[in-house]
């Protein structure tokens, strides 16, 4: 699945080039989620409350209020694994991208030939960063949240909790199953804690600190547990 934004403050430009995607994306038997922005500022505020809830983000440079470009930084502000593209009707902002590291430009009207070169290169990018990112679903959808974003996990009863800087996301797994996808750079301390090496700021006797927050260190984890942050902490 791509999920892809669309922001513009012209809701015919959303409208075509959503069909325009949603055709290309069928050709190639890829499932498309839509989400669609009329301001940089709508966008802004949405993603704050939804990190890592969109792979890649089509947006408009000639908008009301802050342009496409200014919304780009501020994106890139609250991630570096969101995809960019831009759509205009001017070349002259084609070298502003480099800066926020820009996917690619699509010109206005968008082309069918531009947009599938653009999919191409963001479901190739998705692929190569497959192993960097964490997958998990509940009811609100489906989260691909980079790795170094996340600073623990604990479990919940039947849920695991996914604690990021930002935000907790709450799905049903095992704790253990977790451990086995997110691999060596997190270390179980607890039956209920796994912390990932390289955000944890201190170890304090049977704690760990992490994001300010003391986690429990259990008798039972403590010998390997110590060990394993020291190698992962080194390694990461």
Known sequence: ????????????ARLKLR??????????AVQGQFYEFSSGEGLLAWLDKHMGEIDLVFLDIEMGGINGMETAKA????SDSLQLV??????DYVFDGY???????????PQAGQLDGVLSRALA?????????FLCRNTDGMFRLPKRSILYFYSDRRQVVCVTGTREIAFYAKLD????????SFVRIHQRYLVRAGAVDRVEGNTVMVGGRALPISRSYQS???AALARAMLEE
Request: proline residues 3%.
């Open 1 to 12: 699945m791509l999920r892809i934004g669309i922001c513009d403050d012209e809701a015919g």
């Open 19 to 28: 069909a325009q995607l949603e055709r290309l994306l069928d050709k190639r």
């Open 75 to 78: 994106l890139r502000r609250r």
């Open 86 to 91: 831009f759509v205009t009707g001017y070349t």
């Open 99 to 109: 800066s926020v590291g820009a996917l690619g430009y699509v010109m206005k009207p």
């Open 125 to 133: 990018a998705q692929f190569q960063e497959a192993d960097k990112v």
């Open 177 to 184: 199953e977790v451990a086995q996808q997110v691999g060596p």
């Open 224 to 226: 390997e547990a110590l």
